[in-house]
């Protein structure tokens, strides 16, 4: 009672402050005058335990007092079906989940295919023309959009992402059917692959100012020129993509045309010696055709099921494919994930990773952690409710490799992601059924997977989404 009154009174004498405060006649109603002040400040009690946990979150993480110590045991680990894989990736300081995620689904079927030991291929090889071509990307889109008035939202959005070290599934497809693949050893990791974000500042400047200039060609173009302005812009691109390739050399080195490989079989034995190309090692090795062979499945509950949608800009190669996928409900799609496991294939898969995550056991689930008990407030929003406000939405891309079936049902799946073999569960996140539920966004399937009725939808014709939808960031 005592520190109830404490409270009282410190609002009191903050009244009249307030009270001098308070718009003038005429102003419109809405603000915090006194009066709503003191109402409001009747929502700290102040009593003994709430005082407990004042004191206690001036010291302490949030997370480390709502840990829920009724859920402290760690969750099963066994898995009824589980895809083979063998090592774990580590994307470090950098935001390139997707493509972790994206070669770790390859490397997987090729270790078994090939009856390797552990082997990666090289993430920075296909990273150097990702930062390549999404450089073009926004220069060729500046080039379109040059009789746009700067403040039209595709003009502005453009500049305001001209380059990132994020994205999706589609930039995987395209990116490897272009440009091959090779082993980590041709084109091993540097720092700024590493740690992206001095690079990404510096290349996102020089192609702001590029596309400016760009934007300048057009603007100062006469009559005449401008009938050939576009064919004038691209050989100033060119020039501009001379320096940007310059600058990905000195910070990622010059990706191999051509290099010499040894096939060790899992007991050590030398199987052969060979060079090859970026293009060959992928075609003899993967030879998967990437770009028509996998669909994209997601569970929005905003927006329709059983509908196309396709979101504008986002892709990483100009010429290369938009992001297309099919939404349905959650339950469609944990039969396919169920069905490529079984067949052990694993699956690019992405999701909210930063809710209820314990990363010392590993776990994604929603009794991780009690913020309701430790704040005395509820939290009731459902999904949809979430991804409308902004409250969620797919921010991390990882490997799904395993489910756990009782009586034909998932109570349990397992990711591999590629934060390091330290992380979570030995370099894995193992999440509840209940929380695939709620947290999970998109899988990419191979077609043998999909049932015909899913396969049918997509002969829809997709629904464009803008670029800008807060739904479609790049994942990280």
């Known amino acids: 009672m005592k520190r109830n009154l404490t409270i009282l009174a410190a609002v009191a004498l903050m009244l009249p402050c307030i009270a001098k405060a308070q718009p003038k006649a005429g102003a419109p109603e809405g603000g915090i005058s006194a009066e709503m ?4 400040a009747t929502g700290y009690a102040g009593t003994p ?4 946990i004042k004191n206690a979150l001036a010291t302490t993480p949030i997370n480390t007092l709502a840990l829920n110590s009724e859920n402290a045991a760690m969750i099963d680990t066994h898995f009824s079906d589980r895809v083979k894989t063998k090592g774990i990736t580590d994307q470090k300081s950098s935001g390139r989940c997707w493509l972790f995620t994206g070669l770790n689904v390859l490397r997987a079927r090729m270790i078994d295919k090939f009856d390797l030991p552990e082997f990666q291929f090289s993430q920075s090889y296909v990273f150097f023309y990702d930062q390549l071509e999404k450089a073009n990307l926004f220069l060729q889109g500046v080039i379109d959009t040059r009789d746009l008035p700067f403040e039209d939202r595709t003009v502005d959005w453009l500049f305001s992402n001209p380059l990132s070290d994020g994205g999706q599934f589609t930039g995987v497809s395209n990116l490897v059917t272009k440009y091959g693949l090779v082993p980590s050893e041709a084109m091993p990791e540097m720092n700024s692959a590493n740690s992206t974000a001095q690079m990404a500042m510096l290349l996102k400047l020089k192609l702001r100012e590029d596309g400016l200039r760009l934007r300048e ?3 100062k173009a006469d009559k005449k020129a401008k009938k050939n302005i576009a064919a004038l812009m691209m050989g100033k691109k ?4 001379k320096e940007v390739y310059r600058m990905l050399v000195l910070c990622l080195g010059v990706p191999p045309t051509e290099f010499e490989w040894t096939r060790c079989n899992s007991k050590g034995e030398i199987v052969g010696t060979a060079t090859y190309t970026p293009k060959s090692f992928y075609d003899e090795f993967v030879g998967a055709d990437l770009e028509n062979n996998y669909v994209m499945v997601m569970n929005d509950p905003c927006r329709e099921y059983g509908k196309v949608y396709e979101i504008d800009y986002d892709r990483h190669v100009y010429d290369g494919q938009n992001w297309v996928y099919v939404n349905l409900p959650i339950e469609r799609i944990k039969e396919m994930a169920i069905a490529s496991i079984k067949d052990n294939t694993a699956m690019y898969f992405s999701c909210d990773v930063g809710k209820f995550r314990n990363m010392t056991k590993g776990t994604l689930d929603l009794a991780n952690f ?11 929003m459902n999904k949809q409710e979430r991804v409308m406000t902004h409250a969620s939405g797919s921010s991390h891309a990882m490997t799904l490799i395993a489910v756990d079936l009782k009586d034909g049902q998932p109570v349990k799946w397992m990711v591999e992601n590629s934060w390091g073999a ?3 569960y030995r370099g894995n996140l193992i999440m509840t059924d209940e929380w695939f539920n709620e947290y999970m966004f998109r899988l990419v399937l191979e077609k043998k997977y999909v049932p015909a009725d899913v396969m049918k939808m997509l002969e ?4 464009k989404l803008p670029a800008w939808d807060p739904m ?3 994942e990280e």
Do not use: C, H, R, T
């Not at 009690?370 to 009731?380: A, C, I, K, P, R």
């Open 217 to 219: 060609m057009n603007d």
């Open 238 to 241: 060119v020039e501009m993509l």
């Open 49 to 52: 335990s709430d005082k407990a």
């Open 422 to 424: 330290a992380s979570g």
């Open 37 to 40: 002040l003191s109402e409001i």
């Open 472 to 474: 479609f960031a790049p």
């Open 370 to 380: 009690d913020y309701e008990s430790l704040m005395g407030v509820s939290f009731g």
């Open 460 to 463: 829809q014709e997709p629904i």
